[in-house]
Structures are given as C-alpha cells and as structure tokens.
C-alpha cells in the first residue's frame, strides 16, 4: 500500500514537472523573445506554404512579392534559401518541405486570423510568426510528455524525473526551445520521443494502429532532415537480439501483408511529395539542392574530432551531459541488452553523419552543436539507466556533479544569448577569458577565431597581426606566354610595357594554389593590385578582380570580384586597383585558390603591375 501511494505521489509530481517546465520555458520566450521568427534557414522552411497557398506562385517565377516580403521583414540578407534550375527556369527551394508540414496547421489558423485581427495576410505579418511560434511550442510540449512516458519505462520514476529536467535544462534543448523553436531540431526531439514510445509499444503488442504511427514518424522525420533517415535503426533493431523475438516480428508481418503494405506507404508518402515537387520544377524525381560547393557532406574525412571536441562548438566540451549518457551505454548493455543495438547504432551513425558535414559547427544559430539534439530521447534512455546505477551506489551525492552541469549549462546558454559566448568564433584561449564572466572582454577579437563576413565588406582587424609574402608581382617587361598578341611595347605604369585587355583578351590569369601550399593556419588573406590605363572615349568600367575557391571539378565557392565603375575612372591615365579577399572556411585544405582578371568588353585597356600577395597570421 506504501508503495502504491509512493507511485502516485511521484506520478502526481511528474505532472506538475511537466507543468513546470511548460511555464519556465514560456516564461524564458517571454523575457528572451525571438526576433525576425521566419527568417534565415526558417524563412526557407516555411516559404512553400505561402508561396503555395497565397501567391500560388510554388517556383517563385514572380519574385517581385518575394523582394517585397524581404525588404519588408528583413527575412534574410540574401535568397540562399532557393536555386534556379537552368533547364527550366523554375526557382527550387532549397530545404525539404517536412518543416512547412508541421507548420501548416498553425499557418491556416493564422491565415483565417489575419483579415479578422487587422493583420495583412501577406504570410509575413506578426499573426503568422505568432500562431506558428505557438503551434511549435505546444509541439514541444507534446515531444517532452512523450519523452517523460518512455523514461518511466526504464527506470524509476524518480530518476526518469531527474533525468527528465536534466535533458531539458542541462542541453542546449533549452537554449533551442526558447531561441529557436522554429528550427528543425526541437520538433525533431518531438518527433524522436513519439517515435521511441509507440516502438516501445508496438514491440509489446504488435498493434497495427501504433506500427502506422511509427510508419508516419519515420517518413516526417526523414522528410524534415534527409540524413535523419537513421531513425529508422530504431524500430527496426529494437529487441532484434532478444531470443525468439526477431522470429515473432518477421511472423507479425508475414500474417499482416496489407497493413505492413501501408506501413510502407505511410513511410514513403512525404517523399513522393517532396519527388512531386521536383519533378514538376525541374522534370526528374530527384534533385540535389544543395548547389554551393562550399558546403557538403566529406564522409570520407569527417570532422568528429571537431564536433565533439573543439572549444569552437564542441558538442561534449558545451554539453558535458552528453559525456554521461554516452558512459551510460554500458549500463545500457548491462540493464537492457535487447535496445542496446538500437540506441548505440542509431547515436553513433548519427554523429557521424553530422559531423561529416562541411560546415560542422552549423554556424552561430544555437549553443553547443544543435545538429545532435534530435537523438537526445535515446540519449536519455541511457543516461536515466546511468543515474539509476549512481544513485544506488552514492544516493543523492551522485546529483551533485549533475546539478553543476545544469547550472554550468544555463549560465553559458546566458552568455550565448548575451554574446558574451561567441556564436561561432569561440577558442580555447576565449573559452578561458570568458569562463563564467559576465561580459565580454574588451579586447575579444584578439583571443577568437578570424571574423568572416556573409556579404563582400571585409575589413582586416589588424595588419600587424600577419606576415606579406608576395606570390606574384607582373610588370609585363616581356609578354606573357600565349599573349603575345596581347603585349604593348609602347605604353606602361613605370617603364614602356603593358598588356591589353578587351573582348580577345578576355581573361589575364594571375595564379593558382592548394590552399596548403600556403599556410597551415585557418585561414589567409589574398591581395591583389593592378594598375589599368584607361583610354579617351571609354565609356564602361574597368576590369574585373576575380578571387574564388575551387573544390573539385566545377566546384567553384566564395567568388569574388571588385571593379570600379566608370564614374571613378580617371580617363586617359592609370587606375589603381585593389582587393583583399578573407579566404572562406575551405572544404578541404588541397582546395585550390585562383586570382585572375577579367574584362569581356569591346573597349580596349592596358593593365600592368598585377601583383598578388598572401597575408598568413604571425602565430602560426
């Protein structure tokens, strides 16, 4: 009977856990709002609903209402949300449309609003961010119900509490959940936590009901974010080694052909969507809409190291949680043998394949790596079987470091959203200036990583900092192989020689390099200067600086050029031009760099002294 009462004491407590936390994290929106909701990687999410259902304009071939909604909104500095396929002139958003699924519920209710509150239905308009921001969070009511459900399965229900408030306040889920709960990664969790609890079940009972549940989880999952396709490791390894089960399983299915058939047409649903959509824009099935060679999957050389490890965004430097429920696969192993294989597999594949991402620290949008937060349901798992363990062998001492780390966790998500923890130029040597401060040194950029700016305007903090080696210096004294034609022996900067450029000289190479082959620093500026001599009755603008990256064949990335227009062109006299060029975060360091001019007009200049030098940081 003391038992009895027990349970439902602690079950009565884990309501009012959940209403807590309900309450903490609508009071933490409240007091740190996100600005600018559907903006950025967001306003790619949601963009086929409007373009859809209010401009009916799905391949965005009438950009003038897309112009207006940016410039009014301020929705992203550049449309790197969308592609123009060539073939047929259809504009192809770049993100899958899972995101614009989950919001659609929200997005018709504000829609209906709109005209009735006074708000322009334009899909833009505060109504819109507000019903969606809303739908979102109650969604990530809905995952933390369900997350709470499967750790009761596991554990006592003490330590499926503590294991529960650990997860949610101990992570980056709370940053994310507050800052950023339109971004795919907290309705991932969600939709992890349904998933794990109905697999759960279904391995219990067999139901069809709950294997289309787990069929829908699975196809919206990976529709939101492809490379989440390894949720399917979840039901399909759960119980796979338990003596007799694996036999029961394959029966189940053989019995229930029809139903098995629509768990499979439950699964593939959302991709034909997502394959309708690209063949109607482009004319095939399937299309790659991650078109800048800046950025892609290396899964031949990931960077785990850095993903788990660096002080940049380290995922177990940030959220040293983490190390305790990967430590907790052994009692994972001990304790529930028959999901070990399902666990284990489906986090480590995951990490790898995140990890293996160019651009692995996911830019400045969340603290600590917010690419690993969708499998933090199974990461709980481990980690309530963990503490479990602890908590017989030390009783309520074993809290002790874990309430550390939850305090630890929100005083640096506090100093993430003050910027006083840099969002993506974080370095050890930072790390340590800033450990536990409460505002950001005055001489920050000295101690992070270089500033790299999205658009062209870069500027170097300190000239002092680097070393100027000179690659190439080219006074033209004797003509270029294979542009003799091109040579003047009657007109120079200095001296009587030159090269001309027009129409049949189109392109004057310069230089190319692996980016190894000069440095090993993380980064280097390119200068590049030449002087042109601009003729009588000129009347366009001068020759074109050319600086980019190459990765593999047509792999062309960060492309720059600077010019000067003809109203700043002194007439009949030498030009100077200059360019300094912040080298991008390269894919690989056999990357090669190419600096080159390029003038395709008719009208005839003379360049000379084209020179090009590297500036390498002095430390290294």
Known sequence: MNDLNSNSIIEQKGKLVLLFTACLLAALKYIFPEHHVLSWDVFGYYLYLPAKFIYHDPYLLHQEWLNEIVGKYESTATLYQINQYPETGNWIIKYSMGMSIL?????????????????????????????????????????????????????????????????VFATNYVQLSVQYSLLTHVPLFSLYAILIYHTIKWHESFSVKLLYIISICCGLITLIRPNEIVCVFIPMLWRINQVGHFKRVIQ?????????????????????MQMYYWKCGTGSWLYYSYQ??????????????????????????????????????????????????SIVVTIVVSVYIVSSWSCWWYAGGSYSQRAILSVYPLLGISLSLGLQFLFNRFGKAALIPFAGMLLLNLFQAWQFQQDILDH????????????????????????????????????????????????????????????????????????????FMNETNEFLNAISSPYHAVTTADHFWIKVSADVFIPNDYSTGSPRIVVHFNHGKNGTYKYRNKWLAHDALKINTWNRIDYLYLTPEVRSVNDTFSVYLWHPDKEKVFVDNLTVSVLTPKQQ
């Open 292 to 341: 800048n060679p800046g950025e892609g999957f290396d899964f031949l050389s990931p960077y785990t190291y850095q993903f788990l490890f660096s002080f940049r965004k380290g995922w177990l430097i940030y959220t040293p949680l983490a190390i305790a429920a990967i430590i907790s696969f052994i009692e994972v192993y001990k304790k529930q043998r028959y999901i070990f294989l």
């Open 252 to 272: 189940v299915f053989k019995k229930l052909p029809i139903a098995s058939i629509g768990a499979l047409v439950l699964f593939m649903f959302p991709f034909f």
């Open 424 to 499: 993506e130029r974080m370095t050890f040597a930072y790390y340590k200036k800033i450990f536990l401060q409460n505002k950001r040194p005055a001489d920050a950029d000295k101690y992070l990583l270089v500033n790299r700016s999205a658009d062209d305007q870069e500027a170097m903090i300190d000239i002092n900092h680097y070393k100027e080696n000179t690659l190439l210096k080219n006074t033209f004294a004797t003509p270029p192989k294979g542009k003799e034609y091109a040579y003047c022996d009657t007109l120079g900067k200095g001296d009587k020689s030159s090269i």
């Open 103 to 167: 919001y659609a519920p929200f997005f018709f209710v504000a829609h209906w609003l709109a005209p009735i509150l006074g708000y322009q239905q334009d899909g833009f308009s505060a109504i819109y961010s507000a019903c969606i921001e809303a739908g979102m969070f109650l969604f990530s009511i809905i995952g933390q119900h369900y997350f709470f459900k499967l750790l009761y399965q596991f554990t006592e229900k003490k330590i499926a509490l503590i294991t529960f408030l650990l997860v």
